[in-house]
């Protein structure tokens, strides 16, 4: 994301896409609910993929 979450880190994992996209930041474990519109704002860069 473009801000850091307010404990410090900028790492998220993604845990539902949709029409909502719910997050949770790998500092804290809080869980971030948005609108995929707002996520596709925020988002700076994938770091990561997930293989099946």
């Known amino acids: 994301m ?3 979450h ?10 539902r896409l949709g029409m909502d996209i719910k997050l ?7 869980i971030i609910m948005m609108p995929r519109r707002d996520f596709d704002k925020h988002l700076k860069k994938i770091l ?4 099946n």
């Open 2 to 4: 473009k801000k850091p």
């Open 48 to 51: 990561e993929h997930h293989e």
């Open 24 to 30: 949770k930041c790998t500092g804290c474990g809080h």
């Open 6 to 15: 307010a404990c410090g880190t900028n790492r998220f994992e993604i845990i």
